[in-house]
């Protein structure tokens, strides 16, 4: 991602991203964002800029109500491994879900290379936000070696 290689925790970039939410980065479909539920409406964005800064793959499910209707998608990263039940997890959003939600089986998903296609800026902002925290320059995207 250019400039000088900086290794950082895992505890040091999770801070830098809860500190990056707010309702810009929060999922359209998800607002009104609050501070009680601050990963609420969070995971697609902090998933890919975790897979900027440690690469590895994501997860996605299907996440459904009480009764059995559809609430959405959720998103996470896993490292290492090659089937959904390999490899290291890291779920810095799980805790959004409310009682009786029910998160499906997981599918590993190879990130594309670039922007996501859906709401890009939500993404470039928490970012911008998490490398600037973390003291690093913001640069071009990449998943390339990342």
């Given at each position: 991602?250019?400039?000088?290689?900086?290794?950082?925790?895992?505890?040091?970039?999770?801070a830098a991203v809860?500190?990056?939410w707010d309702a810009q980065t929060c999922d359209p479909v998800d607002l009104p964002w609050s501070g009680?539920?601050?990963?609420?409406?969070?995971?697609?964005?902090?998933?890919l800029v975790l897979n900027d800064l440690l690469g590895g793959d994501l997860?996605?499910?299907?996440?459904?109500f009480p009764d059995g209707t559809r609430q959405g998608w959720h998103t996470w990263?896993?490292?290492?491994?090659?089937?959904v039940d390999d490899g290291?997890?890291?779920?810095?959003t799980g805790e959004q879900f409310v009682a009786g939600e029910q998160i499906q089986p997981a599918k590993r998903i190879t990130r594309p290379p670039g922007r996501p296609s859906r709401t890009p800026e939500r993404y470039d902002l928490l970012?911008?936000?998490v490398l600037?925290?973390?003291?690093?320059?913001v640069t071009e995207v990449t998943t390339e070696g990342a």
């Open positions: 991602m250019g400039g000088p290689d900086v290794t950082r925790t895992l505890t040091e970039i999770e809860r500190a990056s009680d539920n601050p990963s609420k409406g969070q995971c697609g964005v902090t998933a997860l996605s499910a299907e996440v459904l990263n896993v490292f290492g491994g090659t089937d290291f997890q890291v779920d810095l970012r911008e936000r600037t925290r973390l003291g690093r320059q």
